[in-house]
Every structure is written in structure tokens, then in C-alpha cells.
């Protein structure tokens, strides 16, 4: 192989330019700032849509959070045999200020 001649000169601007391009296009695709051709960084240009979809994203996952804990909650109490979930009703009830509102009278019948 003639390593002085045109074709290794061709060769190596070839490989070195398929090289770059594979570099940026893989930046590109997992979303890094992209190289120029003088080692300068080109950032992404963050757009307006982009900016509103991770702000959705953020107020979506607190709410999947906020349901998460209620399900739990549910869980518990269906999976319960009903006396801890009693107890604790109840308890709350004992706790519960006397202007907080009417007592309701569900378990008592009146004699007639």
C-alpha cells in the first residue's frame, strides 16, 4: 500500500469524517449537545412544547403519587377483616370536637 500517496490522504479525511458524523448522530439520538466542526458545542434548542410537556409530566407524577397513596389505603382497608379499620373509625370518632358538626346516630334504633 502506498502510504504517501492521494488514496491514504482520501482515506483518512473518509474515516475521520464518517466518524464525526456517527459521534453527532448518537449525541444527537440520547439527546447531548452536538460537536461543529471546530470542538465547539451546539446546545439543543429546549422548545416552548417541550417546556410544557415536562411540566404536565411533573404535576402527572405527583398526582399518580397522591393516587398510589389512596389505593394503598384502600387496600388495606379491604384486605382488613374490618376491626382494626372499626377501631380506628371509632377512635376518631372519640377524638372528634363536639362543635365539629351533628353526631350521627347509625347504629341505634328507637323503641317504639
Known sequence: MDWGGPGFVVALVAISTIGWLMNNWIRARHGYSLEDEWGGKTERKVSEDATQLRSENQELRALLGKVDKRM???ER???DK???VAAE????RDERNE???VPLDIG???KV
Open 72 to 74: 394503598q389505603v384502600l
Open 77 to 79: 382497608i379491604v384486605t
Open 82 to 84: 374490618g376491626y382494626s
Open 89 to 92: 373509625i371509632e377512635a376518631l
Open 99 to 101: 362543635d365539629a358538626g
Open 108 to 110: 341505634k334504633k328507637e
